[in-house]
C-alpha cells in the first residue's frame, strides 16, 4: 500500500461566507493547555497476547471473490466495530459477538493484545488519542481500559447498558453513553468520574467536539445536547419543534466544531450550529413532497452521517440503500447514490471529495462526491458489513463483518 499519496485537494470555497459562526473561544488550544483544563474539572468518585493464528492471506480465502489483502478470522462471532489507531494507523481494534476485542496490527494481523474478561458482545473499541491505550465496552455496560505496550488491564468500571464510548481528543479522558440516559467522563487511569444526567430517554450516540470542550449527545426521544463538560451544564437542548421526531441515530462534527449534523429514525437530518444551539439546515430525501400520513410507510432511517473536509458537502445513508450527498448551505441534494441494500456506514476522507459506504449485501463502496458516481466497489465478505474505518491517507480500509471476520482492503485509485 502507498501511505505516502493524497487525494486531490480541490477548494470551491472562495470567498463566500456560507454560514455564519460564532467562535466562543476564539482560540486554537495546544492539548496540553486541554489537558491543563481538565484538571480543573470538579469530579467525584464514583465507585470504582495473541499469536498470528487467526488471520490469513488472500490466496487463502475461499470465497468467490474476495478484494481484500488480509482477513483477520480471530474472532468466533459476528465482528461489530472497528477502530484504527489515530497516532500511526497501523493497528486496528475490533469487538465481536464473542466478548472479546482485538487490537492487531494491519500489515500482517498479527494480535497485539486479546482484550477479555467482557460479559456480552462488545460493540465498542476505540484507541487512545495517543494510540497508548485501548478502551473496549460490552452491550452490558462493562468497560475495561488496556495498556497496549505492557497489555494489561489498568481499569475498568460497569455502567448500565452501553450505547456509545469515545476517547477525549488530546487527554486520558474517557466518554461513554448509556440507556438511562447518562453521560459519563472519567479519567483514566484514576477513574475519577463525572455523570452528566438528562431525562430517562437513551443517550443513543455521542462525540466529543475538537476544541475538547464540550461534547454533543443525542437521545431517543429526538433531544440534541450541548454539554460543556468543564461546568457540567447543557449549554444548549435542542428539542421540540427544532428537535427530531424520533431517537437519534448517529451525529458528526466539522472540521472546526462549529456544526454538527445529527441523524435520525423520522428520516431527517439536521444542522446545528454549536456556538448558538440554532438548527441552521435541515436535510431530506423528500423535500418538497407531502408529507406522509400515519397510514403511510415508516420513515425511512438515517444510518450515518458526515461532512467533507474539502467542499461545501454533507453526506447521508439511509436504511433503504440510498446515499445523499447535500449542499451544505442551500441542503439541496446534489446526488442520489443509490444501494442495493441498506447502508450500515459512511465516512468521507480526510482531504478529498470521496466518500465511502458499507451495506448491509457486504460491499464497500467509494464515491465521487462531485459527481455522484461510484469510483470503486470490493467484495469478499460473505455477511452485511457492521462498521468500516479508512486510514488518513485514504489508502486501505478495514472492515467488521457479521460473517465473523475483519478485512483490510486497498483502496486503489486512479488518481494515485
Known sequence: MDN?????????????????????????????????DLEDIDFEDAGNEGDDEGWETEDEMEAEQDDSELTFSKHKGSVFCVSLDPATNSMAVTGGED???????????????????????????????????????????????????????????????????????????????????????WKIPSGECKTFQSAASQ??????????????????????????????????????????????????????????????????????????????????????????????????????????????????????????????SSQVMRHRCQHEAGIVHLQWEDSSSVVSTCCLDGALRLWDARTGSIMAEYHGHSAEILNFAINREGTFAVTASGDNQSKVFCLQRPDR
Request: hydrophobic residues 40%; aromatic residues 6%.
Open 203 to 328: 443517550a443513543t450516540c455521542g462525540k466529543v467536539l475538537p476544541d475538547g470542550k464540550r461534547a454533543v449527545v443525542g437521545y431517543e426521544d429526538g433531544t440534541v445536547r450541548v454539554w460543556d463538560l468543564k461546568q457540567g451544564n447543557a449549554a444548549h437542548v435542542i428539542k421540540g419543534h427544532d428537535g427530531h421526531r424520533g431517537a437519534l441515530t448517529c451525529l458528526s462534527c466539522n472540521k472546526d466544531g462549529s456544526l454538527v449534523l445529527t441523524g435520525s429514525v423520522d428520516g431527517f437530518a439536521k444542522l446545528i450550529n454549536t456556538a448558538t444551539g440554532k438548527v441552521v439546515g435541515q436535510y431530506s430525501l423528500d423535500v418538497g413532497k407531502v408529507k406522509p400520513s400515519q397510514h403511510d410507510e415508516e420513515p425511512n432511517s438515517i444510518e450515518s452521517v458526515g461532512f467533507c473536509n474539502i467542499l461545501p458537502l454533507v453526506a447521508v445513508a439511509y436504511l433503504d440503500g440510498t446515499l445523499g450527498v447535500y449542499d451544505l
Open 4 to 36: 505516502n499519496t493524497q487525494g486531490d485537494t480541490i477548494d470551491l470555497y472562495g470567498d463566500e461566507e456560507i454560514i455564519e459562526v460564532i467562535d466562543l473561544n476564539d482560540m486554537d488550544p495546544e492539548p496540553d493547555d486541554l489537558a491543563d
Open 99 to 185: 466478548d472479546k476485542a482485538y487490537v492487531w496490527r494491519v500489515s500482517d494481523g498479527e494480535v497485539l493484545l486479546e482484550c477479555t474478561g467482557h460479559k456480552d458482545s462488545v460493540t465498542c473499541a476505540v484507541f487512545s488519542h495517543d494510540s497508548s491505550m485501548v478502551a473496549s465496552g460490552d452491550m452490558g455496560g462493562l468497560i475495561k481500559v488496556w495498556n497496549i505496550e505492557t497489555k494489561e488491564e489498568i481499569w475498568s468500571f460497569e455502567v448500565a447498558d452501553l450505547e456509545w464510548l469515545e476517547w477525549h481528543p488530546c487527554a486520558a479522558v474517557l466518554l461513554a453513553g448509556t440507556d438511562d440516559g447518562n453521560m459519563w467522563m
